[in-house]
Nanobody, 126 residues
Framework: QVQLVESGGGLVQSGGSLRLSCAAS??????IGWFRQAPGQKREGVSC????????YYADSVKGRFTISRDNARNMVDLQMNSLKSEDTAVYYC?????????????????????WGQGTQVTVSS
């Protein structure tokens, strides 16, 4: 049974940092993506990391501020978020793309992801 559980969200002041974690179980290899959705907004792909070569992708809005990493031994994927801005406020979700054909490289398109976590709220106060 595939399960994804996010943690690490919370309230932080603008300019601060948070580290989100995604605990994964029920599969061995998958690309993991982080997505976010603010009220009234479409879900946005923030970052992802592939299963085969740990290649990464970042949305332009977070490039240089967010870092994604994975620990395969612990089945964890973290998203380190620095220099947070009020516009980063959203519910953050991690998701798994189990398609082995996409083992090298990842794509932050929500339709490619098979399983989703329940989300964790990130609120950045200005």
């Amino acid at each position: 049974q595939v399960q994804l559980v996010e943690s690490g969200g919370g309230l932080v002041q603008s300019g601060g940092s948070l580290r989100l974690s995604c605990a994964a179980s029920g599969f061995t290899y998958a690309a993991i993506g982080w997505f976010r959705q603010a009220p009234g907004q479409k879900r946005e792909g923030v970052s992802c990391i592939s299963s085969g070569d740990a290649s990464t992708y970042y949305a332009d809005s977070v490039k240089g501020r967010f870092t994604i990493s994975r620990d395969n031994a612990r089945n964890m994927v973290d998203l380190q978020m620095n220099s947070l801005k009020s516009e980063d406020t959203a519910v953050y979700y991690c998701a798994a793309d189990l398609n082995s054909a996409r083992a090298y490289g990842c794509y932050a398109a929500s339709g490619l992801y098979d399983y989703w976590g329940q989300g964790t709220q990130v609120t950045v106060s200005s």
